[in-house]
């Protein structure tokens, strides 16, 4: 029997709090949307108390139609010399209709007496009353002790009376927060297993990252006795963030036997991820534990030896449990068994000892150093490989563009135009195209010109455009990196640019998802 | 009497084994010199034998003035079948002159069978001839156990047989690495007590992050009897990186009471961290504790608030100690005690309560749902709260500009040049410039025509330049959002622009850097 782990995603509330995150209504609808896809039990959905935005939230996320989570309404309690049925926070909370409400106290006597400005007696009854009043709207009523182990190594007494006073209200958990994030695991392990001594309720566990061990801290205080964990996906959160669920759930699940999830929905667990990073409109953090880009990927030469033959000598886990993948990096520290890992992927023969696999690592060798970088350019690095194996076609020559950026007056808007000559065989094709901006009219015109000669690019778009400042702070002329993916219905590829003008840059990658789609469709027809 | 702990820095060899991350020998170097004033005791500097780049930098270390750092030379237990004294991998770590070798060797049995592929015996053969025989060359030789945890787990009795064998061969520090990153904190304590229990030599612990615990596993280890953490800056390193030496350091010397570096120098923490992002050309990770940009942000009004009271309150240390600050962030969150802070800042005079606050809550809220953010692009914010309280002068009109990008062949560079017209009172200036792209020949161009009129700007210089993707995979009209740095000999100052139009999102940019210098010269002056 598998003991079951409440996770309790407080994304949408705790989460929102960070620096960068903003989140809309509807971005926090698509987010619940996906949590209960996961199958996390609790979401909490947001305060209705401190803005509209919120409240607004829970009007709507009652028409979705969840299968597995719950969720949560956030609120303090009441206000002191108000009477708990008139505090406005309390009437949101009813207002917003949700059939659990976690509400936060204070736990840490210099809180009370130094931020909420009342006595310590005072603050249990607003505790007692608050729970006890908010039980009558809800299933469930949530405490959430917060600076409890703060408060516990401050005054222990006091804090645990906060507990005790929780409990005699008939919280249905009691959750410990490490609201600055400060404490250390070994203290965690201690506290909560002192705790569990005199508390009967079932307890949570609320960590902050402020000393790099949120995740750490949240384990030791489920081994140690706790029965839920509040987190956020990737880890977001005021300040330094919260215990990041995409950690918590796999070392829960997968190395310690509990149950939090179905494991079939563990292999969603990546896509959650990015989704969510998606939406907060934030890059991944390809370092991620578990779901980033890189958590499985391999580039230094022995380990990638190694991980060939056995996956288990570098990897702690199969990165599909959690719906990541293994990834085998080109770069100039990884050398020739990469390169020929990578010709296999891309179906290029080669073979291990030749003269062409030095040339092909030379070639990259030179181009990263001018900046370029493949890891995330897979279809620029396979045109590269062909172009040094002579298997490369030129599909145009270019023998000229020019991209026209106007501002007619300081309250106009800026308008882009290019035009473009290019010549397919003995035919010389000039025109020209406006777009939301230079790079995107030249894009135009140069899938316009060429359409006529390959229809196969109307399909074709550009799906994705970053910008990267390569050499930042070493002098005005900084080079930029320009990475697009483009795609067409069956599939997306990703190409590089390098230069100090973005229009360069960019017009190599354009240049090379170009004739990378067309170099595919020659290879599908056999005529490669 | 504090017990000291040493502190072993691999940013320079495991850490470049990141994804994204090369550096070129100069790269290292300057790091090297970085990581010496921060007082760290040992400096991995890489691996002699695996690439030229690493041979070179031995070399060139040897005539740096450090102070503090000792340079290590990593390497292998030599190969089988040869002699030790014949093994290239051996012979390059003694030519690099260091002083001190880390030579890594199995101790997981299914490693020596599977990736090794030697008998058990064997692999303490290798272990007992390299550390003997590099003990000659070298004032100390440590012993990194990889996959130490992992092996101890399948087999204890191997694993600590191969301690043994190096502690029978004189090695100096025998270093438990949890290679795969795969174990959790309670383990790590269990398995460094025991090995405690059976060995004399002094332990290190060398964390990875796969489980999200490599900073929890460090201080385990610590606690449980270790002596040397090795780690690295920013926790880079292959896949999810190593223990972060910059949360690593805090957490045992503030809160543990240890002691690794100078008080004086945990100050400069920040300061290194970002440095090395730099010179590794990566963003820094906002919400990296301690020294994160956002370690000490503080967002929600609720914390914003008693913040202000008592830094305490939200904050687990003090920033200062690792030369961090506190900052107070302006969003849609906060409210307009937010705004009242930041109007102490910029010496605006604002009431509390009056029309004017809400006015800039509401100019903030609408601009930030357009793709604005006003947390890294505080000038553009204090031209906001101006024009706002109309306190914004006009120091010109644009009647319009042109940019030309133009190609004129394949393999020709792209040139970019720019033509504006504005007017000041009642001149008119219409002039062109070129520039390394089209945003530098427009900004060349703007201070170019204004220079004549306000020759201030002659010493503004555009220093830095970010381009974001603001709403990435919603459509093909992406909006940008671009932030510029300016700065002249005294000061530097951000802005941000927003279009679909890179161009125009820049200029947005551009003329605010331009306006906010224009504007502080005349409040220099007493003219506003």
């Not at 695991?185 to 001594?197: C, F, L, M, T, Y």
């Not at 599939?491 to 170099?519: F, H, M, P, R």
């Amino acid at each position: 029997m598998q003991k079951i782990i409440e996770i309790y995603d407080t994304t949408l509330r705790d989460g929102s709090q960070a620096e960068d995150i903003s989140f809309s209504v509807d971005d926090k609808l698509r987010i619940t949307e996906k949590l209960d896809e996961l199958g996390i039990h609790y979401i909490e959905g947001g305060w209705p108390g401190s803005n509209p935005k919120d409240a607004e939230y829970f009007k709507k996320v009652k028409k979705l139609p969840l299968k597995n989570s719950v969720i949560t309404a956030f609120g303090s309690t009441h206000r002191p010399k108000i009477k708990v049925e008139n505090d406005s926070n309390v009437k949101s909370l009813i207002a917003s209709e949700a059939k659990i409400f976690t509400i936060f106290g204070k736990t840490w006597d210099f809180h009370v007496t130094e931020a909420l400005k009342v006595s310590l007696e005072e603050n249990l009854e607003l505790i007692f009353n608050t729970i006890t009043y908010l039980k009558k709207y809800a299933e469930k009523v949530f405490f959430d002790a917060e600076h409890f182990f703060d408060g516990y190594k401050d005054n222990s007494e006091y804090a645990l009376k906060c507990l005790k006073t929780a409990e005699e209200a008939k919280a249905d958990c009691i959750i410990l927060c490490d609201t600055n994030g400060g404490t250390l695991p070994a203290e965690v392990a201690k506290i909560v297993k002192d705790v569990r001594q005199s508390i009967n309720v079932p307890l949570g566990i609320h960590a902050h990252n402020d000393s790099d061990c949120a995740v750490a801290n949240s384990i030791v205080a489920i081994i140690n006795g706790a029965v839920q964990v509040q987190g956020t996906i990737n880890g977001f959160g005021e300040r330094c963030g919260n215990a990041n669920l995409c950690s918590v759930i796999p070392n829960l699940q997968l190395k310690l036997g509990y149950r939090c999830i179905d494991d079939y929905k563990l292999k969603k667990l990546t896509e959650v991820s990015r989704f969510v990073y998606e939406i907060a409109n934030l890059i991944p953090f390809k370092r991620q534990p578990f779901v980033g880009e890189s958590a499985f990927a391999h580039k230094g030469g022995v380990h990638v030896s190694a991980v060939r033959k056995r996956p288990e000598t570098y990897e702690h886990i199969r990165p599909e449990l959690v719906g990541n993948r293994q990834r085998i990096l080109v770069s100039d520290l990884a050398g020739k068994s990469n390169i020929l890992k990578k010709a296999e992927e891309f179906n290029i023969p080669l073979e291990p000892n030749s003269l062409e696999v030095q040339a092909i690592v030379d070639a990259i060798k030179t181009l990263e150093n001018e900046g370029y970088q493949f890891e995330g350019a897979e279809a620029s690095l396979e045109l590269l490989f062909r172009k040094t194996l002579g298997l490369k076609r030129k599909f145009f020559d270019l023998i000229g563009f020019r991209v026209i950026d106007e501002k007619r007056k300081g309250d106009e808007p800026t308008l882009s135009e290019a035009t473009i000559m290019v010549k397919v065989g003995k035919n010389i094709e000039h025109t020209a195209s406006t777009g939301n901006g230079p790079v995107n009219a030249l894009d135009n015109a140069l899938r316009k010109a060429l359409e006529r000669f390959y229809p196969e690019l109307k399909r074709v778009r550009l799906k994705d455009y970053k910008v990267r400042v390569v050499n930042s702070g070493k002098g005005t002329a900084s080079k930029v990196r320009v990475l697009i993916e483009s795609g067409d219905d069956e599939d997306v590829w990703s190409t590089v640019g390098v230069s100090e003008n973005i229009i360069e840059a960019s017009w190599q990658a354009i240049v090379d998802g170009i004739e990378y789609k067309l170099c595919k469709e020659k290879i599908k027809k056999g005529e490669i």
